[in-house]
């Protein structure tokens, strides 16, 4: 029996596993989105992020892509608090200290307007005294909430965080709650 790869636009608030084992108040999970037994996800979304979700059956590929040792880029849009000046780009270029850490360089640029997405519900907090900026992210790695402690190390926190890519693969065809199999003309890992 071949594998399935599943691509999946995670909305926000939806946990990144099939099953929600707290004792919390029930949560949305990948299971109240996609019916296919057996297939698990590749990487982590937070909770509080939205975006391109990879799923599979296929463990090889699973850890090809989950393992930072490959170093497989992933690209995000990233929502911040002001406008980050050139010496923040650049010290996210570069790598910054976090939790001891030492981050990879990573590529990053100001976008000059806002990605095309959906509103997200509920909307980020809005003050009105208090500009944004939207900054592309990609990161060869990916540990636990990197991007957002990033964005937060250089003064800039992060409002709303969509993950844009993975690999050549991209959110483009996909709305919130929406997923779609890989076909073989896809599939160029």
């Not at 996800?41 to 463990?59: H, I, K, N, P, Y």
């Not at 992060?158 to 199999?181: D, F, S, Y």
Request: hydrophobic share 35%; charged share 25%; proline share 8%.
């Amino acid at each position: 029996m071949p594998y399935r790869y599943i691509l999946f636009y995670k909305p926000y608030d939806v946990l990144t596993q099939f099953t929600d084992n707290s004792s919390e108040t029930k949560r949305s999970t990948l299971k109240d989105y996609i019916p296919i037994p057996n297939i698990y996800a590749v990487g982590r979304l937070d909770r509080d992020s939205e975006g391109l979700l990879l799923l599979t059956d296929d463990g090889q590929m699973q850890h090809r892509l989950s393992d930072p040792s490959f170093a497989h880029p992933r690209t995000y849009w990233v929502q911040v608090e002001r406008i980050p000046d050139a010496n923040a780009i650049a010290a996210l270029q570069t790598g910054v200290t976090i939790q001891d850490y030492r981050t990879r360089s990573a590529k990053v640029q100001l976008l000059l307007e806002e990605p095309p997405l959906p509103p997200r519900e509920p909307p980020i907090r809005f003050r009105k005294n208090v500009p944004t900026a939207w900054l592309e992210m990609t990161l060869t790695e990916g540990r636990n909430r990197q991007v957002r402690r990033m964005t937060a190390a250089v003064g800039f926190p992060t409002l709303r965080l969509v993950r844009c890519a993975i690999g050549h693969l991209r959110l483009e065809g996909l709305k919130p709650g929406e997923w779609r199999e890989l076909t073989q003309a896809d599939f160029r890992f």
